[in-house]
């Protein structure tokens, strides 16, 4: 059974820094591509980053040059670093992968970026 736990959520001022960590059961993530998403209050669920197998990454246009999503196989974790952070990146954010072409997701971190 897969699982995706999400963690590192808080309070934080505008500018300010913040770590997620998604921790893996159930799955190698060396061999997945993972993402991180976020959504916010009245929102549609949105894409914020993605790191592929190989490392590759991609970052939504309103998060580049402020996240940076990384893995660490060994942990079997998967971190998004967050900078300079915005009132609008408050939402609560979720780690997502695929599991036989099946969408397994967690139950979410809430980041609130206060002004």
């Known amino acids: 059974q897969v699982q995706l736990v999400e963690s590192g959520g808080g309070l934080v001022q505008v500018g300010g820094s913040l770590r997620l960590s998604c921790a893996a059961s159930g799955i190698f993530i060396r061999v997945k591509d993972m993402a991180w998403y976020r959504q916010a209050p009245g929102k549609q669920r949105e894409l914020v980053a993605t790191?592929?197998?190989?490392?590759?990454?991609m970052y939504a246009d309103s998060v580049k040059g402020r996240f940076t999503i990384s893995r660490d196989n060994a942990k079997n974790t998967v971190y998004l670093q967050m900078n300079s952070l915005k009132p609008e990146d408050t939402a609560d954010y979720y780690c997502?992968?695929?599991?036989?072409?099946?969408?397994?997701w967690g139950k979410g971190t809430l980041v609130t970026v206060s002004s």
């Open positions: 997502n992968t695929k599991y036989y072409n099946m969408d397994c």
């Open positions: 790191i592929t197998s190989l490392g590759r990454t």
